[in-house]
């Protein structure tokens, strides 16, 4: 496999695409260069059937990753920015549990939806993506994204409120 010529073949396309998920040109550049560098590392391990495809899954992971860390670090920030605020104004251990059971409770319905409606819900409501900006991410119509998201938001409204009535009849 002639690693230069992927490079050379892909490199704009994938650093365009990049820059749509996070962006930034200069963050999109430094995940494209990653990308080319697992994606010669697994070459030598192994053959790779669809180079494209496995270079534009990877550098989508990374993207990912990047926006992951990108909002911990910005969490983190507002934390430490509230660490300023007296300690009155901290949530109470009881309202810590709740969240946290809150957040179980998502992540149980959330995993009950299917894959690619759940990957389309996370894309809009965890990284903040548009409809549009999900449709064109995945390959899909404007339309199926809004589907997918009713879809979700409908099984999530519904499965929240009867965890929240089985929790309070408890």
């Known amino acids: 496999m002639n690693v230069e010529a992927i490079y050379l073949n892909h490199q704009s396309e994938l650093q365009f695409h990049l820059t749509r998920i996070v962006n930034c040109p200069d963050i999109a550049a430094d995940l494209a260069q990653e990308s080319f560098i697992i ?14 495809g496995f270079l534009f899954r990877v550098a989508k992971n990374l993207a990912y990753d ?47 939806l299917p894959l690619r409606t759940q990957e389309i819900f996370i894309l809009n409501r965890v990284y903040g993506m548009t409809y549009a900006e999900t449709a064109l991410e995945l390959g899909i119509s404007d339309s199926a994204v809004e589907k997918h998201m009713a879809k979700a938001l409908l099984h999530c409204r519904a499965q929240f409120k009867t965890h929240l009535l089985d929790q309070y009849d408890s």
């Open 66 to 112: 990047h926006i992951k860390h990108r909002k911990v670090t910005e969490n983190y920030q507002q934390t430490k920015d509230q660490s300023l605020l007296p300690p009155s104004e901290f949530p109470s251990a009881e309202k810590l549990v709740s969240i946290d059971e809150r957040l179980t409770a998502i992540k149980r319905i959330l995993d009950e």
């Open 39 to 52: 994606f010669f590392r697994e070459a030598q391990k192994q053959t790779i059937d669809h180079p494209r």
